[in-house]
C-alpha cells in the first residue's frame, strides 16, 4: 500500500462513518457537508469493493467488512493524533498534557500513585488516566498501544515492544489471621488441599502457572477482577491466595488477614512500562519514561 497515495482525511471520514452508521450525522461529527461526506463514503467504497454500510429499511447497517473497520479505523485516528501531537520540546511546569496508562488495579495502586505524587508539584498541567487493559491485551498489544501512553505489565507477557523497567516485587500468601488450619508456616500441601480466592486475569497473575509446574491445581471458590478484593475474599474464611508483597502491605491494614512466605520459589513480579514506537521520540513521552523510572528507582529503595 502506497500511502503517497491516499487521502488520509478518509480515515477520519470513515471512522465517523462506521461510528455513526449515517451519513448526515458523520458529516456533522467532522465538519463536512452531506454531499462531501457522501463522496467520501463513495471513495471508501471504491477503495474497500465493500458498501460498508448497507441500507436496511430506513437505516444502514455495517457489513462485515465495516465491523471490522470500525475499531481498526478508531485506532487509526487515534494513532494519527498521538503522532501528530508529538512534540520537540516539553516543559513539564508550563505545559498541559494528558497521560493514559494502562494498568491493573495492582499497578495504578502501587505504582500509579507514586507516579501521581511525584508528578503532583513538578507538573500541575499534566493529568494521568488510568484504565484497566482489555482481556485481549495479550493478542492485540500494538493496537492497544497505539490508543494510549503506555501499558504496566510484568515482563513474561507481552514482547517486541519498547519497554523501561520499574520495580521488581515479590508474591507472598495472603489468608485470614484467624486460619485455623494454618500455623506459623505454609505448605505445598495447604496449597493443594485449601480453597483459593485468586485473581482471574492470567496475564496479570502467573499463580496458576507457577502453582501447576508444583503439580498442584487449585481449588478456586471465588475469582475477582482487581487484587485489592482478594483481601476481602479470604478474611474469615479458609481460603488461601497470592498476592504481590508491595500489596500486601496495604491489605494487612483494610482487612482482617496476614501474609506468609510461599512454601516455593515463586518467580518474582518484574514490573515494566511498555509503550508503541510511535511515542519515542516524543520529548512528552521521553519526560514521562524519566520520570517513570525515577519513580520505580525510589520504589526498589524504600522496598
Known amino acids: 500500500m502506497n500511502l503517497s497515495r491516499l487521502d488520509l482525511n478518509l480515515v477520519v471520514a470513515l471512522r465517523a462513518l462506521l461510528e455513526e452508521r449515517n451519513v448526515t450525522r458523520a458529516g456533522e461529527r467532522v465538519g463536512l457537508s452531506q454531499p462531501a461526506m457522501s463522496a467520501a463514503l463513495s471513495r471508501l467504497r471504491r477503495h474497500f469493493g465493500d458498501e460498508l454500510l448497507a441500507r436496511t429499511g430506513n437505516a444502514y447497517e455495517l457489513t462485515p467488512l465495516g465491523v471490522a473497520l470500525r475499531d481498526r479505523s478508531a485506532s487509526a485516528c487515534d494513532l494519527l493524533e498521538r503522532l501528530f501531537s508529538s512534540q520537540a520540546d516539553f516543559d513539564p511546569a508550563a505545559e498541559t498534557r494528558e497521560f493514559t496508562l494502562l494498568a491493573s488495579d495492582y499497578g495504578a495502586a502501587v505504582f500509579g500513585a507514586a507516579l501521581a505524587r511525584a508528578l503532583h508539584d513538578e507538573a500541575p498541567g499534566v493529568r494521568l488516566t488510568f484504565q484497566h ?3 485481549s491485551v495479550v493478542e492485540n498489544t500494538a493496537t492497544m498501544l497505539s490508543t494510549v501512553d503506555g501499558l504496566l505489565m510484568p515482563h513474561g507477557v507481552i514482547d517486541g515492544f519498547p519497554a523501561v523497567d ?11 489471621d484467624d486460619h485455623p488450619d494454618v500455623g506459623q508456616a505454609l505448605t505445598l500441601d495447604d496449597l493443594a488441599r485449601l480453597p483459593w480466592a485468586v485473581y482471574q486475569r492470567p496475564y ?7 502453582l501447576s509446574m508444583l503439580g498442584i491445581s487449585p481449588r478456586v471458590e471465588v475469582s475477582v477482577q482487581t487484587f485489592q478484593l482478594l483481601p476481602h475474599m479470604v478474611e474469615g474464611t479458609r481460603r488461601i491466595a497470592m498476592i504481590q508483597e508491595r500489596l500486601a502491605r496495604r491489605a494487612v491494614r483494610s482487612a482482617a488477614v496476614r501474609v506468609l512466605p510461599c512454601p516455593f520459589e515463586a518467580v518474582p513480579v518484574s514490573q515494566a512500562m511498555w509503550w508503541h514506537p510511535v511515542h519515542t521520540q516524543d520529548a512528552a513521552h521521553i519526560w514521562l519514561r524519566r520520570k517513570a523510572e525515577e519513580v520505580g528507582a525510589e520504589l526498589m529503595a524504600t522496598r
Not at 496479570?204 to 507457577?210: G, I, L
Open 166 to 176: 520499574l520495580y521488581q516485587d515479590r508474591w507472598l500468601c495472603l489468608l485470614a
Open 133 to 135: 487493559p482489555a482481556p
Open 204 to 210: 496479570d497473575a502467573p499463580v496458576a502457572r507457577q
